[in-house]
């Protein structure tokens, strides 16, 4: 049971992380360059930014300033599916190793954040956490539009949600 807000924070980055790397996992092998909005990232260009936001954010945050200016190590993209899991998983690795060493009481300190100021608690759990939520939603619809079946997240998945209307209905 986590015992302060970094524990519970790492306890809940690793369980997103377990469901990020399901959803990589998801993405039909042959749909790397699917793109449904012309002007949008592709499959493997979002499935990507997942890492980017662990790298570049957990970069800045342990050097002091998020800048975006120079890339961490492992953040070039992978080019097939296959290696985009293994690729987040390496970051994150790399991501969990540099906020080792963050306090609790480091938690307040603002520190500048491209243009602005934000405290490492809501860099975090905000520019990192939730950024990287968001994008996971948006890379679920599109592996299901690419034709691959996401898996369950925060509750079943259609697919799932079907097999449980089944057995209610067998039961009745």
Not at 17 to 27: C, G, S
Not at 153 to 164: D, H
Request: net charge positive.
């Amino acid at each position: 049971m986590p015992t302060n807000e970094l524990d519970r924070f790492r306890k809940v980055w690793e369980m997103e992380t377990d469901w990020t790397t399901k959803l990589l996992e998801a993405i039909p092998a042959d749909r790397y360059d699917f793109r449904p909005d012309a002007q949008g990232r592709s499959l493997g260009e979002l499935a990507w930014h997942l890492a980017e936001v662990e790298g570049y954010t957990s970069d800045g945050v342990s050097k002091g300033a998020v800048t975006f200016q120079d890339a961490p190590p492992n953040m070039k993209r992978p080019r097939e599916v296959k290696q985009l899991a293994p690729g987040f998983r390496q970051v994150h690795k790399d991501a969990v190793a540099r906020l080792a060493n963050l306090k609790e009481s480091d938690l307040d300190r603002e520190i500048p954040f491209a243009d602005r100021r934000f405290t490492i608690r809501d860099i975090i759990w905000g520019a990192m956490l939730a950024h990287l939520t968001h994008h996971r939603g948006q890379l679920s619809l599109m592996v299901r539009l690419a034709g691959g079946t996401p898996p369950p997240i925060y509750g079943p998945n259609r697919e799932e949600m079907a097999k449980m209307r089944e057995r209610v209905a067998t039961k009745v």
